[in-house]
């Protein structure tokens, strides 16, 4: 495998090319699906960028939450169940829980205003 470009690198030129080029030139309807494809290939970069370390310390921090291991679907679901019985409090899991969310939003929406305000707190 070649070591350049890069999987992000080739997606943000697809992107680019969808947004500067292609729905520029186009049908509004055609120009509008361009600006959707791109958005959905700007989400899979960030995804392959963002991800794995996300699910890392998503893991890490339901292994800490929990006291045992598993899959990231297995432990969220069994966080689900003991945040329900109440065998673990809510205020215990919130900062998991809140470190979680704003590393899915650096994903799936970055540009959101929530998260940059949520940001800016953290800094703060």
């Not at 495998?1 to 947004?19: H, K, N």
């Not at 494809?37 to 339901?62: H, I, M, Y």
């Not at 809510?90 to 929530?114: C, F, M, N, W």
């Amino acid at each position: 495998m070649q070591d350049e470009p890069a999987a992000p690198e080739i997606l943000a030129a697809v992107a680019a090319f969808l947004r500067d080029t292609v729905a520029p030139q186009t049908t509004p309807l055609i120009a509008y699906q361009a600006r959707v494809a791109a958005n959905a290939v700007d989400l899979v970069a960030r995804q392959w960028t963002l991800a794995p370390a996300s699910d890392s310390a998503e893991l890490e921090g339901l292994r800490a939450l929990l006291g045992r291991d598993g899959s990231l679907s297995e432990l969220n679901a069994a966080l689900a169940e003991a945040l329900a019985d109440g065998t673990i409090a809510a205020e215990a899991a919130a900062p998991h829980l809140r470190a979680t969310i704003l590393a899915k939003l650096a994903v799936d929406q970055p540009k959101y205003s929530g998260y940059l305000a949520a940001l800016a707190e953290k800094d703060a």
